[in-house]
């Protein structure tokens, strides 16, 4: 019987690998965590090191409408193969969140694939986001092609680089990101 | 024995010219059909019978298109070309005997060479000709009782294939024997198909012969082309009616597919349920091969305990197929010895709709399970008290992130009867779990991001998560039925 001193791996370390994408599009900080399940379908969640999570911010708004012609929330697939689902490359936004102090951040894809769903709870609970961004509190998945499902990461940071580019940051600076727009 | 009559020579007389042998024109006479299989003398005596008939009506002849049958006949006649004046009928009456050795327009020879007794060793009871089909199609349209080919070869050879093999001729029989025949030259009255009926040549030919209106055959030319060659026969396949094996299996490895697995050509884990229970099988009943089905199914890392799940097998092609009851069971003690990963019980013979039966009523059954559970936060036994107390709790489950690669996306709602949990220490209990089938107890534990609502994280408002889970008492299937044990 496992003590409990013993961290059991939890689901996610057992059957997702943890890829990351740090400053997403030059922004400081704006890190993303994409779960990588071993079929090839991924979870796109806030990083622990994102603003967002950080000095106990509160979400005033979640947005899945990115364009006047696009919300992630129309999106729909059907069948096996997920017919209808928009096809998102790196940079694709999924939606944008403010937070109480009124700055605002966007979500993006990080890889290419087909859009399966969004969350849609933290619509209603944004906690769920602040609390547990890494479960119930995830942003989208996406199911890359087939013929690109090991690719996919080849932009990617593996969780040892992930934490090296984080150290390195707080060695640098003793506040890294809070204020930044 | 002969039914030929008198009213019936005009037609056979056009049957001849047209190029069909002595047999196809007794098949569109509709002789033999009530009566036993025809005679090979009989053959001899229709020819005796045409001459006599042909020299009463010398001069009569001519006529071009429909002769006078009764209302149940038809003969669809076109103006074609082969010889119908009368210059043809008084020679005709010459050339009966090379009739025979020209090759029969209707059957392609089927019916000619490949019913003499040198032929007979390779063949037997089922037979089976497409391109046939549409050249009798064509050569008597509305006539539902004409003799077919195959009926005409079965009857002409079987005495003599049972004759040579000592075993008696059945028409529902185990033992199949198909005799195929192939002809290139007409290879291209299917394009006729093709052009005339696109829609209905895809699924299989046959369905598209009959799906199209006679209408449509006044374009193939009749009588059809003479064909040069004779087709060649095909070689002849034996095959005998699978055999259907059923019982229960257990599952006792945590590290055992119930299928193969195999992705992109690579296998990635030795050995399968499947294979373990089939292996013996194969070769006791020396068969060919195997379909395997079951009541539902299990993850590779969760055992089957309790009754065992239902399970049916097909052997294809067996070679070997009576087995008494001591025989069978002697089987299952070869499968339980080879393996200590499953246990087969209540092995037994079956019919084909056994194989059917697993499938059925799939959604409506309960399934029991036992599983361990890690929880985050500490526990004490009371924490554990409201699980007793809930009954039928509903729950939606989108389709786990695990398969929803090969499934579609939706959302499920299924029930949960009843639980019951039993304190191990601080961080673990077991639960054990009444559900509808169909559930997805993994997601139900751990939530899956979420998606499973409720789900037992909510529940116990900590994180939890499934070390193990364990398949209890199965599905209730009436086949196969429990034997006594051992």
Redesign the interface.
Same mark, same amino acid.
């Given at each position: 019987?496992?003590e409990?001193e013993k961290k059991?791996p939890? %689901?996610t370390d057992r059957?997702y690998t943890r890829w990351y994408k740090t400053d997403m599009k030059g922004k400081p900080c704006e890190d993303h965590c994409i779960l990588q399940?071993s079929?090839?379908?991924c %979870?796109i969640t806030l990083a622990e090191s994102h603003p967002i999570l950080q000095n106990g911010r509160k979400i005033k708004s979640i947005n899945y409408r990115i364009s006047d012609g696009c919300s992630r929330l129309n999106n729909k697939?059907?069948?096996?193969s997920?017919r209808g689902g928009q096809f998102l490359t790196e940079f694709a936004p999924l939606c944008r969140i403010t937070c109480t102090d009124n700055i605002e951040y966007t979500i993006f894809s990080c890889i290419r694939g087909r859009l399966?769903?969004v969350?849609e709870?933290i619509l209603k609970q944004p906690d769920?986001l602040l609390e547990k961004p890494s479960?119930?509190g995830?942003i989208a %998945?996406i199911?890359p092609k087939l013929e690109e499902s090991k690719s996919i990461t080849n932009g990617l940071l593996t969780r040892q680089q992930y934490e090296e580019v984080v150290s390195k940051r707080t060695a640098q600076q003793p506040k890294p990101c809070r204020d930044q727009p | 024995m002969l039914s030929l009559k008198e009213k019936d020579s005009p037609i056979v007389r056009k049957l001849l010219d047209a190029g069909c042998c002595a047999r196809c024109v007794l098949r569109f006479c509709c002789v033999g059909v009530t009566l036993h299989p025809p005679h090979p003398l009989s053959f001899k005596y229709s020819l005796s019978f045409l001459s006599e008939a042909d020299g009463e009506q010398s001069h009569g002849a001519a006529e071009q298109t429909q002769t006078e049958d009764p209302p149940c006949k038809k003969l669809k006649l076109d103006s074609a070309p082969v010889g119908q004046d009368g210059s043809s009928e008084a020679s005709a009456a010459h050339t009966e005997p090379n009739v025979q050795s020209e090759i029969c327009v209707a059957c392609l020879g089927v019916l000619q060479d490949f019913c003499d007794l040198s032929y007979t060793k390779q063949y037997s009871i089922m037979f089976y000709c497409f391109l046939l089909c549409i050249r009798e199609k064509s050569m008597c349209l509305d006539k539902e009782d004409v003799v077919q080919v195959k009926d005409a070869f079965k009857w002409a050879i079987q005495g003599m294939v049972g004759k040579e093999l000592g075993t008696p001729v059945l028409t529902n029989s185990l033992f199949e024997v198909s005799v195929g025949f192939t002809h290139p030259e007409t290879e291209a009255d299917c394009h006729f198909l093709a052009t005339t009926c696109s829609d209905c040549f895809k699924p299989t030919k046959n369905k598209a012969v009959s799906a199209l209106w006679c209408s449509h055959f006044l374009h193939y030319p009749c009588p059809p082309v003479r064909p040069a060659s004779k087709c060649t026969p095909l070689d002849t396949t034996c095959l005998h009616t699978s055999v259907f094996i059923a019982g229960r299996y257990n599952k006792f490895s945590r590290e055992l597919p119930q299928t193969p697995w195999v992705i992109d050509g690579e296998r990635r884990m030795e050995g399968s349920v499947e294979e373990l229970i089939a292996d013996p099988l194969l070769s006791s009943f020396r068969a060919d091969g195997f379909n395997f089905s079951s009541s539902g199914r299990e993850d590779v890392d969760v055992r089957t305990l309790g009754n065992g799940r239902p399970f049916a097998m097909e052997l294809l092609n067996p070679h070997r197929a009576k087995f008494n009851g001591a025989e069978v069971r002697q089987l299952q003690e070869v499968i339980n010895a080879s393996s200590d990963k499953i246990r087969v019980r209540d092995l037994q013979i079956v019919t084909r709709d056994a194989m059917g039966r697993m499938k059925e009523g799939e959604e409506e059954k309960t399934k029991s399970y036992s599983a361990l559970i890690?929880t985050k936060k500490?526990i004490t036994n009371s924490d554990l008290d409201f699980i007793a107390n809930i009954k039928e709790l509903k729950i939606d489950q989108?389709t786990p992130?695990? %398969?929803? /690669?090969?499934?579609?996306?939706a959302v499920r709602q299924r029930v949960i009867h009843s639980m019951s949990a039993s304190y191990?220490?601080?961080? /673990?209990f077991r639960l054990q779990l009444h559900t509808q089938a169909g559930t997805y107890i993994k997601e139900f534990v751990?939530?899956d991001?979420?998606r499973t609502k409720p789900n037992l994280c909510a529940l116990m408002e900590s994180?939890v998560?499934i070390?193990e889970l364990d398949v209890e008492d199965s599905v209730y299937v009436p086949l196969p039925t429990t034997l006594d044990d051992l």
């Open positions: 019987m496992e409990a059991a939890s %689901v059957y399940h079929n090839r379908i %979870v697939v059907s069948g096996k997920k399966l769903e969350n709870d769920l479960t119930e995830y %998945v199911l | 890690w500490a989108k992130l695990r %398969v929803l /690669h090969r499934r579609p996306l191990l220490d601080t961080h /673990h751990h939530g991001f979420g994180e998560d070390l």
